[in-house]
């Protein structure tokens, strides 16, 4: 690991730390500052992770960061102002958009050097948003969690290439291995989710909060089409939280009813034990509408050796190679995730365990946590000796 200077201290921003990839990658930093013998603190709302930041030694400075209003935003800016000053911050990592405005003023103030994530391939249909978009950039040194997501920031924003490096988001291999799940575990999801024992059906695991553009929607569909087509029989578990996006949840409850497909789809809420959700599924599907930034859904399961169907836009062009480790299917397309589904649950267990060994090794050489955490306190390190120059 990467040496750091005596008394270091990072403040990472990041507007909430309930569940999905920054709040993850954000604890992950935190616990590999901690180790290398640093300080971590996160400014954040807080959120159901809060106490899984104070076990790996982070440090929570609560703050209404995942505010939009302006208002508050200056608050948060004085705020953050006084904390950088009063901890002795060396160096400030921002995480999201809305706070970063607030962020860079107080970074500036304290003349503290600034990175930032790229962790999403943001929309950007007016001048004006782009704009606000390009807060990400204005850092000293932006990191973009994909190769993806690098070339999106280069074609989008006028910033010297050298200052975007590309590092994507890690696994911890140390939780996400088979030979650590139990088969008790796996039963005990499997009987939660309504499988029984004697199941025949293959079954695709979808992890991801409850959202359009995940695609929940559209493997109803193709589940639907594919049984019309004389498909193997399927089942389809939906794993996460809806987020508050009550509406959404009750039409996809709607749709699987009228799909006749009320015993073929489960939406079964958050799933704290993944590693062993991914092994309670024969296949994992990253159907997402938009491209991903990166998808862990799409790497976790590879490490956990299943193949997984992904749409074939955004970082899954990279995570997952097609015919190897999963397959890379049209973007919503319920034609083609039909025939993709079918194909899946036509394949042989051997094809199935075969597909699996090769993505595991893959993944484990490509996305540990490990790597991730060395190449971004590598960074930190770089940024720090550029400021000394």
Known sequence: MTQLPPDFTLLQITPALD???????????????????????????????????????????????DSKN??????????????????????????????????????????????????????????????????????????????????HILSTHKVDPDQVVAIARGVDLSRFDPDL???????????????????????????????RWK???????????????????????????????????ASLRARIDLSGLGDAVRIVGHCADMPAAYLAADFALAPSLDPEAFGRTAVEPQIMGRPVLAANHGAATETVAPGETGWLVAPGSVAAWAVAMTEAALTTPQMRADMGRVGMARARDLYSLDGMCRATLDVYARVLAEQDR
Do not use: C
Request: cysteine-free.
């Open 70 to 151: 302006p208002w508050v935003m200056q608050r948060n800016a004085l705020a953050l102002k006084r904390l950088i000053e009063r901890e002795k911050v060396t160096l400030v990592h921002i995480r999201s958009r809305a706070p970063a405005f607030a962020a860079l003023w107080a970074a500036r103030q304290t003349h503290t050097p600034v990175v930032s994530t790229y962790h999403g391939v943001y929309n950007a249909r007016s001048a004006l948003k782009r704009w606000y978009n390009g807060v990400m950039v204005r850092g000293d040194l932006t990191i973009a969690n994909s190769n993806f997501t690098r070339r």
């Open 215 to 249: 695609g929940q929607a559209l493997i109803v569909d193709a589940l639907g089409a594919a049984a019309m087509g004389g498909a193997p029989p399927m089942t389809a578990i939906f794993a996460g939280d809806d987020q508050g996006r009550a509406d959404y949840a």
């Open 19 to 65: 569940t999905g990839g920054v709040e993850q990658t954000t604890l992950d930093i935190a616990q590999a500052v901690v180790r290398a013998g640093g300080r971590a603190l996160v400014a954040s709302r807080g959120g159901r992770q809060a106490q899984e930041l104070a076990r790996r030694g982070g440090e929570l400075a609560t703050l209404p960061m």
């Open 181 to 211: 799940v139990t088969e008790e575990r796996v039963e005990a999801l499997r009987a939660q989710w309504g499988l029984t024992p004697d199941e025949t059906r293959t079954t695709f695991l979808l992890a991801g909060r409850l959202t």
